[in-house]
């Protein structure tokens, strides 16, 4: 993807071993102790893409950016995206990123340039927690909820899923959800198999070999990329 050569690869991530085989790509240091919060993530052969939103300390949004972090030499860098928004969920479908944006929708970016198209609302009146691309083509929506389950869109359907609802993906059989449980307290990737993941665990993708899957964790301090081999089909 093109994209990489516009975005200054400043910054070096490290891989460090986890649990039962799963890999971990940690931020440095500057980005543990930043305000920006990491939200969205999407995956290509060569690239993992993530967004994140800036909170001020007075609690307001401070801005939204895209990371581009390339898998071969782990030299990632960052990319202002321009409006002020909650910046979840990330989806990349042809030459558009679609970025998720609340009560807005998804904000759709052209690529490569990341030129700002507007907003679209292919969910209807859905809260546009998150998005992701399900293993068929085609977007998926869903929306967070701390108490109640949240809506999973995709193809035109709605199903329900569950409280505290921070990414979803569809791998053409079944639905996979991340689940959050505060910031200190482990969160959970729910499936047809059930597995525990790092507290704050956001945005799901799947890898373009379709059986790794992917997510990006908020709390800094603990801020990483985490790869899930033999999850998919």
């Not at 609802?165 to 969160?187: E, K, T």
């Not at 993941?197 to 373009?208: K, N, T, V, W």
Request: aromatic letters at 8%.
């Amino acid at each position: 993807m093109a994209l990489s050569m516009a975005v200054p690869l400043d910054r070096q991530a490290r891989t460090v071993p986890a649990c039962r085989g799963r890999d971990v790509i940690a931020l440095d240091l500057r980005d543990q102790v930043a305000r920006w919060y990491p939200q969205g993530v999407h995956v290509t052969e060569d690239l993992v893409l993530a967004t994140a939103y800036r909170r001020e300390r007075d609690g307001s949004n401070g801005g939204s950016r895209l990371t581009v972090l390339d898998r071969a030499s782990l030299r990632y860098g960052h990319v202002d995206l321009g409006p002020r928004i909650h910046a979840g969920g990330l989806a990349v479908v042809g030459d558009r990123a679609y970025v998720a944006a609340t009560r807005r929708g998804l904000a759709v970016f052209e690529l490569p340039g990341l030129r700002f198209l507007g907003y679209e609302k292919p969910a209807g009146d859905l809260r546009y927690s998150f998005c992701s691309v399900a293993a068929g083509g085609g977007l998926v929506v869903g929306e967070y909820d701390r108490r109640r389950p949240g809506r999973l869109w995709h193809d035109g359907r709605t199903w329900e899923g569950v409280p505290q609802m921070q990414g979803a993906v569809h791998d053409g059989s079944h639905w996979w959800i991340s689940r959050s449980n505060g910031p200190w307290r482990r969160g959970w990737l729910l499936g047809p198999r059930t597995r525990r993941l790092p507290a704050g665990p956001e945005d799901l993708a799947f890898d373009p070999d379709g059986r790794t899957l992917w997510t990006v964790t908020e709390y800094r301090g603990r801020r990483c990329l985490l790869a899930l081999p033999g999850v998919g089909r």
